[in-house]
């Protein structure tokens, strides 16, 4: 069992949809990260949330919008996506964003597709 | 700048058999390293890390890895593989100062034979 919950596990959507993926972590970690995965290939990151404040933003393009509500929970939202945007969304936690000596944690991720 | 060479696209062993995976890495910092292990479907769980403390690094599931600073490498190695390791396995380097931004290697994918 992962310590970082995603949900959904899957989800199927039109290009003219609005979704959100969602990510929970009670471990008390204050650095938050989102990252896209392509079959075969290792995760990239996307987003970073140090203290609810976004950090880092790899130059994603804007039809992807990160949240950071409270610290425990980091939310994706989705609009207007493209087919190349179908990948595996990981989110991962960990203590702090200065603390490079600790893992981060992955959530198992939500398998996205792109109709 | 940091970087990493996962020097094996594949591995295939035999079940009961010793399993290597070679990693070096590039990093102008003191870097932390660490080994993640993502099966199909399911996210990327930590197997081991090393942070500057002992340079042999036991991990879950009987693996361990050794910190060679004159050689720049973090092999990962398991005395004897099960059925249940086959999977993608990933190093990462994250430097100090970086902001705990990580650097992937292009990652292993683990095959065990009967």
């Known amino acids: 069992d992962t310590e970082v919950t995603q949900t959904p596990k899957h989800l199927v959507m039109g290009m003219t949809n609005k979704k959100s993926l969602k990510c929970e972590q009670h471990m008390g970690h204050r650095a938050m990260y989102w990252y896209k995965q392509k079959a075969k290939k290792p995760p990239e990151l996307m987003f970073v949330?140090?203290?609810?404040?976004?950090?880092i933003n790899e130059s994603v393009p804007s039809r992807f919008s990160p949240e950071c509500p409270n610290s425990s929970l980091l939310n994706l939202h989705l609009h207007a996506l493209q087919p190349e945007d179908s990948a595996l969304y990981l989110c991962?936690?960990?203590?702090?964003?200065?603390?490079?000596?600790?893992?981060?944690?992955f959530g198992d991720g939500t398998r996205l597709s792109i109709l | 700048a940091q970087s990493v060479t996962q020097l094996d696209s594949h591995v295939s062993v035999s079940e009961g058999t010793p399993v290597l995976l070679r990693c070096n890495y590039s990093?102008?910092?003191?870097?932390?390293l660490f080994w993640y292990v993502q099966h199909p479907n399911k996210g990327l769980q930590l197997l081991l890390k090393y942070t500057s403390a002992a340079t042999l690094v036991k991990g879950i599931n009987g693996f361990e890895a050794e910190f060679k600073k004159s050689e720049t490498s973090f092999h990962l190695t398991k005395p004897s593989a099960h059925m249940s390791d086959a999977a993608e396995y990933f190093c990462?380097?994250?430097?100090?100062?970086?902001?705990?931004?990580?650097?992937f290697g292009t990652g292993t994918q683990l095959k065990v034979e009967l």
């Open positions: 949330y140090s203290y609810e404040k976004l950090s």
């Open positions: 990462v380097v994250s430097e100090a100062g970086g902001g705990n931004k990580l650097t």
């Open positions: 990093s102008s910092y003191s870097p932390s």
């Open positions: 991962a936690s960990s203590t702090r964003l200065t603390a490079s000596n600790q893992p981060q944690h």
